[in-house]
């Protein structure tokens, strides 16, 4: 069950997961190696191009690393979403190209009972500091409509980010994290990427009455989402 793929475009080589695995695969030969660097739990990895690691999720609720050039894996990072460690489902990352941020998308997928699950948010860290367990350097943006993934402009000032609770793209300012516009769209919206000339989104959509399943809850995102913020325009 594949989740998620980045690239180190100087090694040629692409880190992609399974559910479970954590892999490395030569990308010029389609050869696969590596195919548990980092077995236990992985989805969607984000490679730092400045750092030289990747980033991924380590369960449902955590995040991890993983150093090509060493083979470690490791150390889990606590994600302080509303304030607490480790309570919220995470689904997206993404690494600014100066690998001086990282988003971290918390759609919040869990009834919202309290520590065992925060308000609809991302959060931006600074991986410029020293200590990446420290709850100072992640900056939580709350958005109720449910943010899910990133694309990031090129030069590293603009974030999109697609929303699984509500019919839209949120446009948010990259370094601040202040909402500039929303993005209509006619479906609740998953993936997304940006052309290199920034001048198209790719996005893929479900729809509103579509059903998701968690564990033992089964609900519609739209219901889930318990009713859309206002809609920013430009």
Same mark, same amino acid.
């Given at each position: 069950?594949?989740?998620?793929?980045?690239?180190d475009l100087e090694q040629g080589i692409g880190y992609g997961s399974t559910i479970g695995i954590?892999? =490395?695969?030569?990308?010029? =030969?389609?050869?696969?190696?590596?195919?548990?660097?980092?077995?236990?739990?992985?989805?969607?990895?984000?490679?730092?191009?400045?750092?030289?690691?990747?980033?991924?999720?380590a369960s449902g609720e955590s995040l991890s690393t993983y150093d090509p050039a060493t083979g470690?894996?490791?150390?889990?990072?606590?994600?302080?979403?509303?304030?607490?460690?480790?309570?919220?489902?995470?689904?997206?990352? +993404?690494?600014?190209?100066?690998?001086?941020?990282?988003?971290?998308?918390? *759609?919040?997928?869990e009834p919202a009972t309290p520590p065992w699950d925060g308000p609809p948010s991302f959060s931006?860290?600074?991986? +410029?500091?020293?200590?990446?367990?420290?709850?100072?350097?992640?900056?939580?943006? *709350?958005?109720?409509?449910?943010?899910?993934?990133?694309?990031?402009?090129?030069?590293?000032?603009?974030?999109?980010? =697609?929303?699984?609770?509500?019919?839209?793209?949120?446009?948010?300012?990259?370094?601040? &994290? !202040?909402?500039?516009?929303?993005?209509?769209?006619?479906?609740? +919206?998953?993936?997304?990427?940006?052309?290199?000339? &920034?001048?198209?989104?790719?996005?893929?959509?479900?729809? =509103?009455?579509?059903?998701?399943?968690? &564990?033992?809850?089964?609900?519609?995102?739209? !219901?889930?989402?318990?009713?859309? *913020? *206002?809609?920013?325009?430009?």
């Amino acid at each position: 069950w594949p989740i998620g793929m980045s690239f180190d475009l100087e090694q040629g080589i692409g880190y992609g997961s399974t559910i479970g695995i954590l892999y =490395s695969v030569i990308t010029s =030969s389609g050869q696969v190696a590596n195919a548990d660097v980092c077995p236990g739990w992985a989805s969607t990895p984000a490679f730092d191009h400045v750092g030289k690691r990747v980033f991924f999720l380590a369960s449902g609720e955590s995040l991890s690393t993983y150093d090509p050039a060493t083979g470690v894996c490791g150390p889990q990072l606590p994600h302080f979403c509303a304030g607490y460690a480790n309570r919220c489902t995470i689904s997206g990352l +993404t690494v600014s190209s100066d690998g001086e941020r990282l988003y971290v998308a918390a *759609p919040s997928l869990e009834p919202a009972t309290p520590p065992w699950d925060g308000p609809p948010s991302f959060s931006i860290w600074d991986l +410029t500091a020293g200590d990446l367990d420290d709850r100072d350097i992640q900056t939580e943006i *709350p958005d109720g409509a449910g943010p899910h993934q990133f694309a990031l402009s090129q030069d590293d000032s603009t974030l999109y980010v =697609s929303m699984l609770r509500c019919d839209r793209i949120g446009v948010y300012d990259a370094i601040t &994290g !202040e909402h500039r516009y929303d993005i209509r769209t006619d479906a609740e +919206t998953m993936g997304i990427d940006l052309s290199a000339d &920034g001048t198209r989104l790719f996005v893929t959509q479900v729809r =509103s009455d579509s059903a998701l399943s968690r &564990g033992p809850f089964d609900f519609t995102l739209r !219901e889930r989402a318990g009713g859309c *913020p *206002p809609f920013k325009k430009k």
